[in-house]
Every structure is written in C-alpha cells, then in structure tokens.
C-alpha cells in the first residue's frame, strides 16, 4: 500500500476529475481490507468503480459492497493458503535433495540439476579453498587480506554472485557457509509481514523450523577441522562485536551517533562521503570514509581535539564579535517572517484537508464494526486512524497557539548570553557539546589544502554558521535563519613557521634586518628567509593567501598515495558538488 502508483491512484480519485475507475480484478489494484476501501473512496467521491471478473463489484449498483467485501476476503485466504502450501511444498523438495540454493564459489551445477546428487565440486576451487582455510588459520590472515589475495590470483567470485571482485564481506559469508563441510541448511530465516505498510521483512526462524541435510560428496573440509578453523576466526573476531550469541545489542534502541565532535559533522569536499575516527590507526584522527574504502584520494586526516578547538573557538569568536541589528536587517526579518506565514497557511489548510480525509475513513471503520462484522486488521487500522486524527488535529492547532503576531529582536548582548548559556560547563569531549555545536554548524566540508611553494598538505573546514539555532523561540528562530547566517572557513592545522609571521616578518623588514626580526619574533633566521620567499613567490602568483586549493592529487606528494593502489576508482556520492 506504499506503492506510488497507488497513492497516485487515491489521488486521482480524490481530484474528482474522472468519472471511471476500470480494472481485470480489485485484487490488481489493492489487496486485503485495503480494496473494500477504495471502493468507498470511488463512492464518496462520485466516481464509478468497475471490476470486471469480481461480478458485482460495481459501485454504481446495488449489493456491491458484499461483492467487494466476499473478493478481499478470498483474495486474503487465497493467497495464506497458498504460502502455506508453498513452504510445505519447499520442506519435502529440500529433503528430497532439491530446493537448490544460489551455487557459491567452489561448486558447479550442471544444466539441469533438480538434486544435490547431481552437485559436483570444482576441481580447479579445491586448490585454492584449501589455501584459503592455510591462511585463516596458520597465517592469521583477515576476510580482507583473502579478498585482496584472490583479487590478485583473478579469481572468479561465481555465477550467481553479483559482485564482480571479492570483498571483505563476500569472504566472510562463503567462509562461513556449512556446505564446506558437507551440511545444507535450510528455513534459517522466515518473512513476516509489516501489515501498516504491506511489506515483508525477513528475520530469524525459530530453531524448531530449521532443517539439516548432510551432502558428504560436496565436503572440501572435515567437519573438526571446518568447526576448529570457524571457531578460531571467531574468537579472534569476537572483539568486533556488539554482544555474543543468544545476548541482547546493547547498542539496540540506541542513538548510535553519540561521538564527540567533530565525529559525524565533517565531510569530504572531493567525494561527500563523511570523516571517521580511527584515520591511518589514530583514534583521534578523522579521515575520509571513501578514501578508506579507495573511493577518494583525499587521504589527508583531521587531528580531532585540534579540530574541535579552532572550529569551536572561531565559532565563539564571531558570537563575540556580532553587532546590534539596524533597520535594514529588521526589514529582512519581516519579510522573511511574511514568507514564513504564506508557507504555515499553505500547511495548514494541507493539514486540515488530510484531516477531513482521516475522519471520513474513521466514519467508515466505525460503521463496519457496527454492523458486527470483527476484524483485527480493521481494529489496527482503526486505531491507526485516531492516532493520525489526534496527530493531525494538534498539528493545526499548535502554529495558531505558539505564534504571536508580533516579534521582538534580540539584541546581540542577549544573542552572547545564550551562546555562553548553551556551552557553559560543557567539556568539549562531550556528546552535548557536539550536539550543540553541530546545530549551528550543520554539515562541516572538509578541503585539501597546499602552500603555494608546495609543502605539506593540510585541511581548511568550510561551513555555515546559523546562529538562529542559539534562539529559544521556534519561530523567531526560523525568521532569523537566513538573516544569521554567515559562510566561515577555518584552518585545522597548526601553519608553519614561514607562513604564521610572513607579515610580522615583512612589517619588521622595513626597519630590521631578517636576523633581527627572527630574533625578536623568536623564530629562526631561515624560517624569516623562508618567509620572504613565501611572499615573493605571492606575489609572482597574484595570490593574496598562501594556500592553493588541491583539485587532484598531487603528483610529487609522499603521504597522498591511495590512488596509486590497484583497488582505488574515484568514486563520488552522487549529487554531491564540490564547493
């Protein structure tokens, strides 16, 4: 019932510009209750309804609601009848030998084969499963380290298998598949289905449902030897995982995006993929996602407690150095508070429109029950369509109760006392300050950086600072949210001698000599000859700032190598633009 093509269809009848509504059979259009109550969509809004194989569901005439109620019914038990037939129909072919799943790497299946019997291993795989298992086991060897070495030996994953080169997980799947050492499974998961929305989700059967088959002439391994290697791999494993078997996730149920900033606020300005801790084995270094997966060679990683203290500082500093408003941006704020009117009265009567939809389909449910007939998926539904009422009615409510019809600007003093008010006694390890913080924030791009006299490269953060987020009033706030809105660019490295007193330096020239001006400035005497060779070397360039945006990776950098790897194709999320 999520399809788009029936929601277009509810749409359409609704619009009342059709007069005729066709089809083969109701169970082509929708399913379960879910017919009987486009019929009485059609009928509420005076348009004809016809079925052409369920004789007598036609809106038009008498007695249709029978037609249409009997037709879900049967369409509903149908197709039970039929799953159930189905599965039982699976068990005996399975225990039969048949039932064949998707054939994994290691196996043929001959043009024809209904059994197992007739299953036959690959010579040519026996080889290089048995390498496979030499390496888990003796080499300690990771799924990923399998992966790069099959990729290397240009080995097949297998026919059915979709991926065109091994990876980390595809290893670990065949790895753990019991056919190795002779045993198929079958019924190791079931479908349930989500009747809200119709659709299917698959989960774990229950140990009674799973079936076992032994096929001997299929075993590459003995089934000690498979069950010692399987046990060895997962104890070495076991620090990966949440919780262990038959135990509850203790991460379920659980925001898992509690990190301490700047985790999940940076992203990659090359491919738009987003930093992570943990970057070239440093956990408080961040690193692109992509470049970790060769998918970007933007590599360069962001020290995280230098990060989160220029970005917070500068944040700090620019709510320090805010001005009272002038009449100018009071116009601004007015304007965008009419702009924000238009749109509340566009909701609003979208709102009360839904609402009139919800309480005639409630009328509806209402009258079924009263008729006697019971039905769980009606009471469902029923109780689905008063939380939505009751949603719907406070949603048209609210705006006409929180909104006052005039506003007041806060001055930038009172703008300061909030900042300081919402991260006062806030450690900057902490996830409330990364919460906070990413609220004025937002999304954080990080780009590639490099002197224009080459040099190490290092990363700038370029995001917009929405102060609105500091203002308790919702809808203030939402006026304001252009109006305070400032584009920022702040450095995540410590700069170079050379290019942090390239002024002090030129300013003391005039009256000093480089010797002297180091001195006073406590640097070296190169590191002021470097200084001034920075600014000549600006000047030939017309450059006003000694960094240069990097477009590519550098061909003379040493650290900046992840395109250079056999795995690497730049890949960018699509839609993302580089700023």
Same mark, same amino acid.
């Given at each position: ?35 009987? %109550? ?52 699976? /068990? ?29 291993? !690959? ?35 297998? &026919? ?32 349930? /289905? ?5 659709? +299917? ?12 088959? %032994? ?10 030897? +498979? ?39 940076? +992203? ?26 060769? /998918? ?60 009139? /939809? ?34 719907? &009615? ?58 224009? !006299? ?18 308790? !009033? ?22 170079? &001698? ?48 000694? +960094? ?32």
């Amino acid at each position: 019932i999520e399809r788009a093509e029936y929601q277009k269809l509810l749409e359409l009848v609704e619009s009342e510009q059709y007069d005729l509504v066709l089809t083969e059979d109701l169970g082509r259009i929708v399913r379960r209750v879910y017919a009987f %109550h486009v019929c009485e969509l059609c009928e509420d809004h005076g348009v004809r309804l016809i079925s052409i194989n369920n004789h007598g569901v036609d809106t038009a005439r008498l007695g249709w609601r029978d037609a249409a109620f009997f037709a879900s019914y049967f369409y509903e038990k149908e197709n039970q009848d039929k799953s159930l037939r189905i599965k039982e129909r699976l /068990r005996a072919r399975f225990l039969a030998g048949g039932a064949l799943p998707n054939i994994i790497f290691g196996y043929v299946k001959p043009t024809g084969t209904k059994t197992d019997d007739d299953l036959r291993k !690959d010579p040519v795989a026996e080889t290089i499963l048995k390498e496979w298992f030499r390496r888990l086991d003796e080499d300690n060897a990771s799924y990923s380290e399998i992966a790069d070495w099959l990729n290397t030996q240009s080995v097949p994953t297998s &026919q059915s298998c979709r991926k065109p080169k091994w990876d980390c997980h595809l290893v670990s799947q065949i790895t753990h598949n019991p056919i190795l050492k002779g045993i198929r499974y079958h019924n190791k998961r079931k479908s349930r /289905r989500i009747n809200i929305s119709g659709r +299917y989700k698959t989960e774990k059967a229950p140990p009674e449902d799973l079936l076992e088959r %032994h096929v001997p002439h299929l075993a590459f391994f003995d089934s000690e030897y +498979y069950d010692r290697v399987l046990a060895k791999l997962d104890a070495r494993n076991a620090k990966y995982r949440r919780a262990g078997r038959g135990e509850a996730d203790p991460c379920q149920n659980r925001p898992k995006k509690r990190v301490r900033f700047p985790g999940q606020a940076l +992203y990659c300005n090359i491919c738009g993929r987003l930093y992570v801790f943990g970057g070239h084995g440093q956990k408080d270094h961040l690193v692109c996602s992509g470049a970790r997966e060769y /998918r970007c060679w933007n590599s360069i990683t962001a020290d995280g407690p230098l990060t989160a203290r220029n970005i917070s500082e500068a944040v700090f500093a620019e709510i320090e150095a805010l001005e009272d408003f002038d009449p100018a941006f009071r116009a601004l704020v007015e304007a965008e508070t009419r702009r924000l009117e238009t749109a509340q009265a566009k909701e609003l009567r979208e709102n009360t429109r839904e609402l009139s /939809r919800v309480e005639r389909e409630l009328s509806n449910l209402v009258a079924f029950i009263r008729r006697g007939d019971h039905s769980d998926v009606i009471r469902e539904e029923l109780a689905r369509l008063e939380h939505e009422r009751k949603r719907l &009615q406070c949603t048209i409510a609210s705006p006409q109760e929180e909104r006052p019809p005039l506003r007041v600007l806060p001055t930038a003093e009172e703008i300061k006392h909030l900042a300081g008010k919402a991260f006062r006694d806030l450690a900057r390890e902490s996830y409330e300050f990364c919460r906070q913080l990413r609220d004025l924030t937002g999304r954080i791009f990080v780009c590639p950086y490099r002197p224009c !006299d080459g040099g190490q490269i290092v990363l700038r953060a370029k995001f917009r600072l929405r102060l609105s987020g500091l203002l308790p !009033d919702k809808w203030l706030g939402e006026a304001l949210r252009r109006p305070l809105e400032l584009d920022m660019t702040v450095d995540l490295f410590e700069p170079p &001698q050379r290019i942090a007193f390239r002024e002090e330096i030129l300013a003391r020239r005039r009256d000093q000599t480089e010797e002297e001006a180091a001195r006073d400035l406590g640097i070296t005497k190169t590191a002021a000859q470097r200084a001034a060779a920075l600014d000549r070397r600006m000047q030939q360039l017309g450059l006003s700032d000694p +960094y240069v945006p990097l477009t590519e990776p550098p061909p003379d950098s040493r650290k900046m190598i992840r395109h250079l790897h056999p795995r690497y194709r730049f890949e960018p999320l699509e839609g993302h633009e580089a700023l």
